[in-house]
Nanobody, 115 residues
Framework: QVQVVESGGGLVQPGGSLRLSCAAS????????MAWYRQAPGKQRELVAAITREGSAHYADSVEGRFTISTDNARNTVYLQMNSLKPESTAVYYC?????????WGQGTQVAVSS
């Protein structure tokens, strides 16, 4: 099992930046894929970005070039750097740790983009 805890959400103006953190309870080398999802009000949860333990990153088309996923293995933490934020980025952002057939979710962190 693994527990993940997100932090770093908040209110930001359009065009601004935020960095989300996801702290895992175990060495992230043992986790196949770490990913960020988001869920906006009234919408389904969607994949934002993912990174494999080998370091291969994948992004949703809507965030490509603006968001960056990265890891700090010493801190067992995954980050999501979000730049040039748009109002449509407003959502609860969730961290997911995939151990093959099992996935573990955090409680989410709220991001609101508004002027």
């Amino acid at each position: 099992q693994v527990q993940v805890v997100e932090s770093g959400g908040g209110l930001v103006q359009p065009g601004g930046s935020l960095r989300l953190s996801c702290a895992a309870s175990r060495n992230i080398f043992s986790i196949l894929v770490m990913a960020w999802y988001r869920q906006a009000p009234g919408k389904q949860r969607e994949l934002v970005a993912a990174i494999t333990r080998e370091g291969s990153a994948h992004y949703a088309d809507s965030v490509e070039g603006r968001f960056t996923i990265s890891t700090d293995n010493a801190r067992n933490t995954v980050y999501l750097q979000m730049n040039s934020l748009k109002p449509e980025s407003t959502a609860v952002y969730y961290c997911n740790a995939s151990m093959g057939q099992l996935g573990y979710w955090g409680q989410g962190t709220q991001v609101a983009v508004s002027s």
